[in-house]
């Protein structure tokens, strides 16, 4: 790896000398390049080629310009070897696997998460008798921002938009007679201090089961963006501090869980927060390359640890930019283990990925509206090549899914399978003139937006410096712009508004009484546990922040311990102090 040069300079130089086999002949262009400029100028309006290219303006869009037709004209120079080749085949933009879901069918992986750990398991396991494959354990809003259930800032938010998970115990309720051994489990960790803290619980929990770290399977987020610029908290941690904690999680998650995906780099909440679709794949590479570079430094094979790394990525509303972005991200990543970090193991070049769909595109209005723009986004991401998938549900603009909406979304991914023929062949749109080009121009721009990332610095350093915050605040403040307009229609919301009242919805309501289940449980927890046990595990871990020790396997011995989860947290905000983020404008 030559430190000197940017991963754009490197593919760039790289692709150099590949680039031997073009699919079209310079003579075939040509000719075809002069029965197009016949064609446009006998056969088009005259309005349609004044304005030959338009943009269109979609939620989340990305404001590329569409040509009216698309040729062997917008991809003469498409080398089919370097640029596409066979699925399971460098450079994988036509899917990881030579079979893709003939081999394995992308995994339902479905949010799920409210009220108290009791409550959610029992939807846990109504989702897996009907057919779900994996589950995505969704926290709320006081476990999510660190603060256990009896604290001041959690009050009147225990168990809404999520679920409450304060101790081992409450984890050991959560997964109470489901088979974490023989199922991939998801923990929507968001942050890495988080992630220490619930999945060192997790593990606990795993010890007190009896099942061996080895036989686990599943993802943590244990992404830094999102606790350093996505976080609707009030104490951020100093990102240089955080980086150095994802990488740690990282670190221990390879060595000792080595089914787990250690890191799952997540586009998809940095895109709902007001990101383009460019950006929320740029970040995320881009932490995955500084990533990769500080575990390198750290002794760690740049292969072995990218072996288990994954993406997560929103499927908004426009369809096909959505399949050639994930086919682009796909072939990016390859190009950045091959020629950035010189790898040459198939397994380590693969982008793995998750998909979810929209939540910002639901509408209050007209809300089963919202299960036609889930179905198209999920088929987006089914033909864009995705590992697994959650369909948002049509009720999520008022609250969390109830059981009918969450069934609605479990069955939306079963007839993609099952009743589309979709899942037969791999990668139908390839070799589409208009997927390609789209393809070809969305890779251009992320790989432009990772590089100019990278001449700031890096990511945490962009992140230092509000270059992020900027770009989210202006990118979201645009889009609203537009809503406000009327450029960006949305049916039912801002275009062909109904007059009158809408027939309602069954929404979703709360069980009463969370808030205090979950304080008595605390209380009784810290008066049979041995709090001074407690006390030397959080000592330690203090230490270990203070030393620059790996900080997982202390919160593991506090965890063990029966530390809260505020308690563990704590500890984090007082070694490394807090950070005030910067100031969009």
Avoid at 81 to 100: A, C, Q, V, W
Wanted: charged letters at 25%.
């Amino acid at each position: 790896m030559n430190q000197d040069k940017t991963t754009k300079q490197m593919i760039t130089e790289g692709l150099k000398s590949q680039r031997d086999r073009p699919l079209y002949s310079t003579d075939t262009i040509n000719k075809i390049s002069r029965e197009f400029e016949e064609w446009k100028n006998s056969a088009v309006s005259t309005e349609n080629r004044k304005h030959y290219d338009v943009t269109p303006h979609l939620l989340l869009g990305t404001d590329l310009p569409r040509g009216l037709v698309y040729s062997p004209i917008d991809v003469k120079i498409l080398d089919y070897g370097e640029d596409l080749g066979f699925p399971g085949k460098h450079p994988y933009t036509r899917g990881i696997h030579s079979n893709m879901y003939r081999g394995r069918k992308f995994t339902i992986r479905q949010l799920v998460g409210f009220a108290g750990p009791e409550d959610t398991n029992e939807r846990i396991k109504f989702l897996l008798d009907n057919g779900a494959t994996g589950v995505n354990i969704v926290f709320d809003i006081p476990t999510i921002q660190e603060y256990d259930s009896d604290s001041p800032a959690a009050r009147g938010q225990v168990g809404m938009g999520g679920v409450a998970v304060d101790s081992v115990n409450d984890m050991e309720l959560l997964f109470k007679d489901v088979p974490i051994d023989k199922m991939s489990v998801s923990l929507v960790t968001h942050y890495p201090t988080n992630t220490a803290i619930l999945f060192a619980m997790y593990l606990v929990m795993a010890e007190r089961r009896g099942v061996p770290w080895e036989k686990l399977r599943g993802s943590v987020q244990n992404d830094m963006v999102m606790e350093e610029v996505i976080r609707g908290g009030l104490e951020f941690i100093p990102p240089r501090e955080c980086f150095r904690t994802q990488c740690d999680n990282i670190s221990f998650i390879r060595t000792h869980v080595p089914k787990w995906n250690c890191i799952t780099l997540n586009g998809y909440n940095l895109r709902e927060a007001g990101a383009s679709a460019v950006t929320e794949t740029s970040v995320a590479m881009a932490n995955a390359i500084e990533t990769l570079k500080e575990l390198v430094e750290r002794g760690h094979s740049v292969e072995w640890i990218a072996e288990r790394i994954s993406f997560f990525w929103d499927a908004a509303n426009d369809f096909f930019v959505e399949i050639a972005r994930l086919r682009a991200a796909r072939r990016l990543w390859y190009r950045i283990m091959k020629y950035r970090f010189a790898a040459d193991n198939d397994k380590a070049m693969l982008m793995r990925c998750h998909v979810q769909t929209s939540g910002l595109s639901l509408t209050s209005e007209e809300p089963m509206n919202n299960i036609v723009r889930a179905a198209y986004q999920a088929l987006a991401a089914v033909l864009g090549g995705t590992q697994s998938l959650h369909v948002s549900s049509y009720d999520e603009a008022y609250s969390v899914p109830s059981e009918a909406a969450s069934l609605v979304s479990l069955r939306t991914q079963q007839i993609i399978q099952e009743e589309t023929a979709i899942s037969a062949v791999v990668d139908p749109l390839g070799g589409s003139f208009y997927v390609e080009s789209l393809t070809d121009e969305l890779e251009k721009k992320i790989l432009d937006e990772i590089d100019e990332i990278e001449k700031m610095g890096g990511i945490v350093e962009a992140i230092n410096r509000g270059w992020l915050h900027k770009r989210i605040t202006e990118y979201a403040h645009h889009e609203n712009m537009m809503k406000e307009k009327s450029a960006i229609k949305i049916v039912a919301h801002n275009y062909h508004k109904l007059g009158g009242r809408t027939a309602p919805i069954d929404v979703f309501r709360y069980r009463s009484g969370v808030e205090e289940r979950q304080r008595e449980k605390i209380e009784n927890l810290k008066q049979r546990r041995d709090n001074t046990a407690v006390k030397k595990g959080l000592q330690k871990l203090r230490e270990a922040c203070l030393k620059r020790a790996n900080v997982l396997p202390y919160c593991i011995e506090a965890s063990r311990a029966d530390a809260t989860e505020g308690e563990i947290a704590q500890v984090f905000r007082e070694t490394f102090g807090l950070w005030h983020p910067p100031m969009p404008w």
